[in-house]
């Protein structure tokens, strides 16, 4: 099944099937946590099904059942590999002779390449061969929430499918079905700019009450209470992407107080009178400065630099805003 907030971008493939005119190669682009994954699995069913209902895999035929049990013939996944940071060109190779080989099952070989902004050069250089080349009948799908990560190369050879976050009441209802309440659902979505899959992961891996130590010493640094080498160490446990991001989501909320009293920007709802707080503190040049540094150890997540360092280099910095 498609989430909800997917229909019409689900409408205008199958309309694409039905008229012939599927390119070779799709971008499933937009926000993390919008479930452009779990639509490209469905996407590809799809494709798999040889009687599909009601324009749905009919999950019961020869090719569904393949496809379930992931060992369909005609279907390959790329994903990061475990402990990876990047997707290689070998995994890319692979895939070439994949492509070169005639579908077997379904009217298409299917490729869908996972988080497709971590192929390295040489990688992409590789993939970009197939792009320009496809043998016979394929489909290559490539999803990633950082299209401005890839070569423009690969990008002018996808048709791209872009994913929006959903409107509030059709994100909460949702939720709700999940078994979120609806004014824990209003916060999580908040927090994850409505992409209803992120806030539900958060609500289900206790990172709500991870955040919510996270922000109180942080503002203990802020104030001077706290030491930042200590602080890394016991952050050091946590996911630092995610940590990043809450710290950006954080510090863009303060500078957005400081130059609007207009709350509806605002992405940490429940905890605005606290931002409003420091933000009054502290100079709006240096809560960019620090928006900076936050960002800058965010990108470096993606290198091979040291986790700790980098964030005990960050938290000193941030200890050392001045406030006024
Ligand atoms: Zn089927």
Redesign the pocket.
């Known amino acids: 099944m498609i989430y909800p907030w997917q229909q019409s971008q689900w409408t205008s493939l199958l309309a694409r099937i039905k008229q012939g005119s599927l390119p070779h190669a799709l971008f499933f682009s937009g926000a993390a946590g919008l479930g452009k994954l779990d639509f490209a699995g469905e996407f590809s069913n799809y494709l798999c099904?040889?009687?599909?209902i009601k324009c749905q895999?009919?999950?019961?035929?020869n090719?569904?059942r393949l496809f379930l049990a992931g060992s369909h013939p005609d279907m390959v996944v790329v994903t990061l590999m475990e402990k990876k940071k990047q997707i290689g060109v070998d995994q890319i190779r692979e895939l070439g002779e994949f492509l070169s080989l005639t579908a077997q099952k379904a009217k298409q070989k299917i490729v869908i390449i996972e988080c497709a902004d971590r192929m390295n050069v040489n990688a992409a250089n590789s993939l970009l061969k197939n792009l320009e080349e496809p043998s016979g009948s394929t489909l290559i799908i490539l999803v990633s929430h950082r299209i401005q990560a890839l070569p423009a190369t690969i990008i002018s050879r996808c048709q791209i499918i872009q994913f929006y976050p959903p409107e509030l009441k059709i994100a909460t209802q949702w939720l709700s079905t999940q078994g979120t309440l609806e004014l824990e659902a209003e916060v999580l979505l908040s927090l994850t700019r409505r992409a209803p899959l992120a806030a539900l992961a958060m609500s289900n891996s206790g990172q709500v009450t991870t955040r919510s130590d996270c922000f109180r010493a942080l503002i203990a640094l802020f104030e001077q209470q706290s030491n930042p080498v200590k602080l890394a160490a016991t952050w050091s446990k946590y996911g630092q992407v995610q940590l990043f991001i809450w710290l950006q989501s954080w510090l863009s909320d303060m500078i957005k107080l400081k130059m609007t009293t207009d709350h509806r920007f605002i992405s940490n709802i429940d905890l605005i009178d606290a931002l409003q707080t420091i933000s009054d503190k502290i100079a709006i040049r240096e809560l960019f400065k620090s928006y900076d540094l936050i960002s800058e150890s965010l990108r470096l997540t993606e290198t091979q630099a040291n986790s700790v360092l980098v964030l005990e280099t960050l938290l000193i910095n941030l200890s050392c805003m001045r406030t006024r």
């Open positions: 099904c040889e009687k599909p895999p009919c999950q019961h035929c090719g569904c």
